[in-house]
């Protein structure tokens, strides 16, 4: 498809358990970033991939999330051990690279941790 | 202190109307991007303009125009000839360029604009 892709559009876990999350970004879009987005509040940024490489991870909460992008393509977020306040819209970007180049996002997967 | 600072949570306009969004925002960096996306309920960000911080003049895309005081570290994004479907939310974010590479964007909590009759 032409947009940044993200599955599943909704997953539902019980607590505890792991999840991945899915972002198919444009195809040659070095850029890939990955943002939370809680109800109410605006997109904050997890991690960011240049090519194969997590070049910011700063805004990763704890060791519970990680993400990877090994083919410098697609990625995964992974949530380990899952909470209640881990639920949100999980949304992709991907660019071009460089500054000034818009970032496409995804539709996002809405994760709820029951 | 907040980066980026909506203050309306949620605005009414008439169609046809223009209507203005306030955006502050706080950085010490000198060099930095402002952005404007639209989130309408299906949930994907819309891009709708940029500004750098460099720019001489403020930035137009169409109906949108973004007021760009840096004095006042202002980024208002105002919306002309409002349409029904500009109803959605409205998020101002920031790049700031001292943290390295990429677009990484810190988000405000948005501007839920309803466009009526």
């Known amino acids: 498809g032409a947009g940044v892709s993200q599955t599943p559009s909704n997953k539902v876990t019980e607590k505890g358990k792991y999840v991945e999350l899915r972002c198919d970004p444009i195809?040659?879009?070095?850029?890939l970033y990955w943002y939370r987005q809680s109800l109410g509040q605006g997109p904050e940024f997890l991690i960011y991939?240049?090519?194969?490489?997590?070049?910011?991870d700063s805004g990763l909460p704890n060791d519970r999330f990680f993400a990877v992008r090994p083919e410098g393509s697609v990625s995964t977020l992974k949530i380990q051990r899952t909470e209640r306040g881990d639920s949100a819209v999980y949304l992709c970007?991907?660019?071009?690279?460089?500054?000034?180049?818009?970032?496409?996002f995804g539709q996002g997967t809405r994760l709820t941790v029951v | 202190a907040q980066k980026i600072t909506q203050t309306q949570p949620g605005m009414f306009v008439q169609e046809k109307e223009a209507v203005t969004l306030d955006c502050t925002y706080d950085?010490?960096?000198?060099?930095?991007?402002l952005f404007w996306y639209k989130q309408p309920s299906s949930g994907e960000m819309i891009f709708l303009i940029y500004?750098?911080?460099?720019?001489?003049q403020n930035a137009t895309e169409g109906r949108y125009s973004l007021n760009f005081q840096k004095a006042r570290k202002s980024a208002n994004l105002v919306i002309s000839a409002s349409q029904l479907g500009d109803s959605a939310m409205y998020f101002c974010?920031?790049?700031?360029?001292?943290?390295?590479?990429?677009?990484?964007?810190?988000f405000g909590t948005g501007t839920q604009l309803k466009v009526e009759l």
């Open positions: 970007a991907s660019s071009a690279g460089g500054k000034n180049t818009e970032a496409f």
């Open positions: 195809s040659g879009h070095t850029a």
């Open positions: 991939f240049q090519g194969t490489g997590a070049a910011d």
């Open positions: 950085t010490s960096d000198p060099s930095y991007g």
């Open positions: 500004q750098g911080s460099y720019d001489q």
């Open positions: 974010a920031m790049r700031e360029d001292h943290t390295g590479g990429g677009n990484k964007l810190t």
